[in-house]
T-cell receptor
Framework: NAGVMQNPRHLVRRRGQEARLRCSPM?????VYWYRQLPEEGLKFMVY????????ESGMPKERFSAEFPKEGPSILRIQQVVRGDSAAYFC?????????????FGPGTRLTVL | GDSVTQMEGPVTLSEEAFLTINCTYT??????LFWYVQYPGEGLQLLLK?????DKGSNKGFEATYRKETTSFHLEKGSVQVSDSAVYFC?????????????FGSGTRLQVQP
């Protein structure tokens, strides 16, 4: 049973470009979470999605960031007009969603570098 | 809001030494508590968890006890190995608030020397 898949693992963008990060949850999981880890810091929650719905986006910056989890295909975290401060590791996690305190399984992360 | 505070690192130990990494939390409800481990260049792996007061989570020789009276969830291991070198994150989820997101501490880097 494959774990959470993220791609690309490493992404380099120049300031002003767009970054698209993909996450495929574990088989059977319908809930996806995105977290951001700045260098030498802990993970900060960004957004929580179920299929075709954003449930909690309280951690998302108000501008330039968006996320989706379509009926078919992976979840996408999109960052428009990237700036140097967006450089970070972005982790996706998934859970079955069958109870309120179920475990989240993390992917290997996408390390975004903005030049 | 919810928060997690854990001791700053790095923690440097010799092999077979005793490990304690402190973690305290603030939460509005009755949270579930977790320890995650992150090896270099990898994602987070769940190490252990506890979902109610006085529960003890354990895995791979690591233990942590959910102490509601002191709002703590300290990680311990009796004898560390070089392979335990990693960053350890304490985290909580607070289902009573309806939020499923995890709140993480800032992480503690452990370095075990042979």
């Amino acid at each position: 049973n494959a774990g959470v898949m993220q791609n690309p693992r490493h992404l380099v963008r120049r300031r002003g470009q767009e970054a698209r990060l993909r996450c495929s949850p574990m088989k059977g999981h319908s809930h996806v979470y995105w977290y951001r880890q700045l260098p030498e810091e802990g993970l900060k929650f960004m957004v929580y999605l179920q299929k075709e719905n954003i449930i909690d986006e309280s951690g998302m910056p108000k501008e330039r960031f968006s996320a989706e989890f379509p009926k078919e295909g992976p979840s996408i975290l999109r960052i428009q007009q990237v700036v140097r401060g967006d450089s970070a590791a972005y982790f996706c996690a998934s859970s079955p969603g069958t109870s309120g305190s179920d475990e989240q399984f993390f992917g290997p992360g996408t390390r975004l570098t903005v030049l | 809001g919810d928060s997690v505070t854990q001791m700053e690192g790095p923690v440097t130990l010799s092999e077979e030494a005793f490990l304690t990494i402190n973690c305290t939390y603030t939460a509005t409800g009755y949270p579930s508590l977790f320890w995650y481990v992150q090896y270099p260049g990898e994602g987070l792996q769940l190490l252990l968890k506890a979902t109610k007061a006085d529960d003890k989570g354990s895995n791979k020789g690591f233990e942590a006890t959910y102490r509601k009276e002191t709002t703590s969830f300290h990680l311990e291991k009796g004898s560390v190995q070089v392979s335990d070198s990693a960053v350890y994150f304490c985290a909580l989820s607070d289902p009573d608030t309806g939020r499923r997101a995890l709140t993480f501490g800032s992480g503690t880097r452990l370095q075990v020397q042979p």
